[in-house]
């Protein structure tokens, strides 16, 4: 087998642009939907679970033991904005907004543009059920970031098959 038969790492896309994680550490376009884990501005120990569906733009927020956002109330909070605000500088605006089937305006996909359409449809309130597969994500990632820089495989992702491998 070649080299590259043997290797089981996935090819990582750089961010669009660097971010800062404190405000936004975790951001991602799966399962239909802008998802990810947002700071809280009053409590350090508080972080909340929000997402955005793709196409009718249902969102969802609540903190990481499921109890609503204060501020979601038949609108856009403010962790949802800058969830999308994040989503944009990791992903670029172009992509986000191919992903979420959002039509800008002015045919130029911005963070204030993106949220300006998916606003303006006035969305609806999704159920909370994606918080928990979510934020079980993230608490993976930061699993991830305890461990010591290596080569090695890891043996919790040693069922991936190698890349392009022959069964």
Known sequence: MSVREESS????????????????????????RLQGVV??????????VSSI???????????NNNRPCGGARGSFCKHLVALAGEAV????????????RVESADGVATTQGIVSAMTANRPAKADATAAAP???????HLAYLELAPTTAPLPELHWFPTTRAVV
Not at 9 to 32: H, M
Not at 135 to 140: D, E, G, K, N
């Open 53 to 63: 569906a793709a196409g009718d733009y249902a969102f969802a927020c609540s903190t």
């Open 39 to 48: 700071s809280s501005g009053s409590d350090i120990e508080r972080v909340y």
């Open 89 to 100: 500088l990791q992903y670029g605006a172009e992509r986000v907004a191919r992903y979420l």
């Open 134 to 140: 979510v934020f079980s994500r993230f608490l993976r």
């Open 9 to 32: 790492t996935a090819r990582v896309i750089p961010p669009a642009q660097p971010r800062k994680l404190a405000k936004v550490p975790f951001v991602e376009l799966a399962d239909g």
